[in-house]
T-cell receptor, first 115, second 114 residues
Framework: EPEVTQTPSHQVTQMGQEVILRCVPI?????FYWYRQILGQKVEFLVS????????KSEIFDDQFSVERPDGSNFTLKIRSTKLEDSAMYFC?????????????FGNGTRLTVT | AQKVTQAQTEISVVEKEDVTLDCVYE???????LFWYKQPPSGELVFLIR??????QNEISGRYSWNFQKSTSSFNFTITASQVVDSAVYFC???????????FGKGTKLSVKP
């Protein structure tokens, strides 16, 4: 069964450094998402992406965050200058056609640790 | 505003017991979708079920069943004859209106002891 893949599985970085989290969505999906989950807390929406542009973003997704689909397969989340509070599990997801009724298929996540 | 409430933070049961996980949602949309996801200790999010606002039929899949009641804005999840492998955090989520994103509840951590 096709799946969303994320790399790396764990990233450790120093405060102030830039990180790029990578995702390969399911190949025929059209909508892409980033979510994050601070340890032990709820899963929070960051941003959704469709047709090569951001379609929605949350308050969390401020100017230090950006997303890109640099080619036909990858979908990346960049954090320009990481802060301690950015430490979390970051999930990429994709969904197919039929915006509301298509379930989001999540990757296994990237655990980001900012020291 | 859209909101999902999972009032049960943690539940602990003994294997073979039945357990129900509660989910209450709020939305002003007439068309919306409800989802349940499972997050096992390994951390991934696994899609379990989707239900749309026009279909109040209950659904059963093996030991899993879901009870959707629009009148009480609830979408509860029951595991029959629980097993240790059911131990996980279970999230209820809502998607409605023109939004593509899912709004998650805080999750219920289920521990099934042998």
């Amino acid at each position: 069964e096709p799946e969303v893949t994320q790399t790396p599985s764990h990233q450790v970085t120093q405060m102030g450094q830039e990180v790029i989290l990578r995702c390969v969505p399911i190949s025929n999906h059209l909508y892409f998402y980033w979510y994050r989950q601070i340890l032990g807390q709820k899963v929070e929406f960051l941003v959704s992406f469709y047709n090569n542009e951001i379609s929605e973003k949350s308050e969390i997704f401020d100017d230090q965050f950006s997303v890109e689909r640099p080619d036909g397969s990858n979908f990346t989340l960049k954090i320009r200058s990481t802060k301690l509070e950015d430490s979390a599990m970051y999930f990429c997801a994709s969904s197919g056609e039929g915006l509301l009724n298509s379930p989001l298929h999540f990757g296994n996540g990237t655990r980001l640790t900012v020291t | 505003a859209q909101k999902v409430t999972q009032a049960q933070t943690e539940i602990s049961v003994v294997e073979k017991e039945d357990v129900t996980l509660d989910c209450v949602y709020e939305t002003r949309d007439t068309t919306y979708y409800l989802f349940w996801y499972k997050q096992p200790p390994s951390g991934e999010l696994v899609f379990l079920i989707r239900r749309n606002s026009f279909d109040e039929q209950n659904e059963i899949s093996g030991r899993y069943s879901w009870n959707f009641q629009k009148s009480t804005s609830s979408f509860n999840f029951t595991i029959t004859a629980s097993q240790v492998v059911d131990s996980a955090v279970y999230f209820c989520a809502l998607r409605g209106g023109s939004q593509g994103n899912l709004i998650f509840g805080k999750g219920t951590k289920l521990s099934v002891k042998p």
